[in-house]
């Protein structure tokens, strides 16, 4: 079963984010707490650990998966931010937001659509981004639950039903049940793609559907 460590995102401890990072690097699987629910995570630079990620979820290919990124500086790495994006981006984060943008080079391409879009957060809790800054890179981000099932927000779950698939929980107690909303900002316009957590009143002022 998985290694489990409870953490205080208040009281960040660094030796729990220093294991954490440690498997990930190995090529580990991690469960992870956020702003809106827990993620299933691991270094996005190791293509066997996203395989394994998608095995775990029973996940298809077809589907594609966001990761975090620490913040804006960060997440113009592996995106094309325009103008229009930027000012989006520099509003909205960090927060409970999963931001569709044209990928750049960086981002690996088992990671982006078809048309070669990815999606990022930068989300508003200080565990994923400590664990990226510690990792020094950014780390998956998928919800920890298997495909067409109900999210999991209490740890005993997580434990029973991902424990044995998993190298480390990092757990933080209940989580809310909400997703991350989904929002596009391909080609300078605005598309909510998923009604998540967060306040969509401003996207939807500015042309989103």
Not at 79 to 105: E, K, M, N
Not at 111 to 126: C, S
Not at 145 to 151: I, M
């Amino acid at each position: 079963m998985a290694e489990i460590l409870t953490i205080d995102p208040e009281h960040l401890k660094g030796r729990h984010l220093q294991r954490a990072a440690a498997v990930l690097r190995d090529g580990g699987v991690v469960i992870y707490p956020t702003d809106t629910i827990y993620g299933l995570g691991c270094d996005i630079t190791n293509k066997g650990a996203i395989e394994r990620i998608r095995r775990i979820k029973g996940r298809s290919h077809r589907k594609p998966m966001s990761f975090v990124c620490a913040d804006l500086a960060n997440v113009s790495r592996y995106a094309q931010v325009s103008t229009f994006a930027y000012r989006i981006l520099r509003r909205s984060l960090p927060g409970p937001y999963t931001f569709v943008l044209p990928a750049t080079r960086e981002t690996p391409r088992v990671l982006q659509t078809k048309q070669k879009t990815v999606g990022l957060r930068v989300p508003a809790h200080a565990v994923p981004l400590a664990l990226v800054t510690e990792l020094g890179n950014p780390i998956l981000s998928t919800s920890a639950n298997l495909s067409e099932q109900e999210v999991l927000t209490d740890p005993g779950d997580l434990q029973r039903v991902l424990g044995a698939q998993v190298d480390l929980i990092l757990e933080c107690g209940h989580l809310p049940v909400m997703p991350s909303s989904v929002i596009s900002l391909v080609g300078d316009r605005v598309e909510i793609l998923r009604e998540g957590q967060g306040d969509l009143s401003l996207f939807r002022d500015m042309g989103g559907d």
